[in-house]
């Protein structure tokens, strides 16, 4: 498998996640929404790495390696890496809460989670899937 077979598999794991984020949404399920937007994120912001020949890191939020790396991507791309890695840190920070709740004071994910939070998570998924799917069609 070479890096254009992985940039592909990211894009589809994360296009996967984010079908079934909507799917949860539907259901009420609002921190598996969340959980699902993370993971979609740190895939496609994976992908956009792999994408320029980056090895990404195997931490969750790749934000800082976008900055660092921004001179590898298209211009177009390089004035929306802030904004990327904003949704990669903001959800980065969800990624455990969203599954385990807050066990310091056992208040279950379920009571964390609003439908507000969900939709945010969701937006920007989608808004990062629609600039990767640019870049890596590009």
């Given at each position: 498998?070479?890096?254009?077979?992985?940039?592909?598999?990211?894009?589809?794991?994360?296009e996967?996640?984010?079908?079934?984020?909507?799917?949860?949404?539907?259901?009420?399920?609002y921190?598996?929404?969340?959980?699902?937007?993370?993971?979609?994120?740190e895939?496609l912001?994976?992908?956009?790495?792999?994408?320029?020949?980056?090895?990404?890191?195997?931490?969750?939020?790749?934000?800082?390696?976008?900055?660092?790396?921004?001179?590898?991507?298209?211009?177009?791309?390089q004035?929306?890496?802030?904004?990327?890695?904003?949704y990669?840190?903001?959800?980065?920070?969800?990624?455990?809460?969203?599954?385990?709740g807050?066990?310091e004071?056992g208040?279950?994910?379920e009571?964390?989670?609003?439908?507000?939070?969900?939709?945010?998570?969701?937006?920007?998924?989608?808004?990062?899937?629609?600039?990767?799917?640019k870049?890596?069609?590009?």
């Open positions: 498998m070479d890096n254009k077979d992985l940039v592909r598999s990211y894009v589809r794991q994360a996967e996640r984010i079908k079934h984020a909507k799917e949860a949404l539907n259901d009420g399920n921190p598996y929404v969340v959980r699902q937007c993370q993971e979609a994120v895939l912001l994976k992908a956009s790495l792999r994408f320029v020949g980056v090895e990404p890191p195997k931490w969750h939020d790749v934000g800082v390696v976008l900055k660092r790396e921004s001179g590898k991507f298209p211009k177009w791309f004035e929306l890496i802030d904004e990327l890695s904003y990669s840190r903001v959800l980065r920070k969800e990624r455990e809460p969203a599954m385990y807050d066990e004071t208040t279950p994910p009571d964390i989670y609003s439908r507000f939070d969900a939709e945010k998570a969701l937006q920007m998924a989608c808004r990062v899937h629609e600039v990767v799917v870049l890596v069609n590009s």
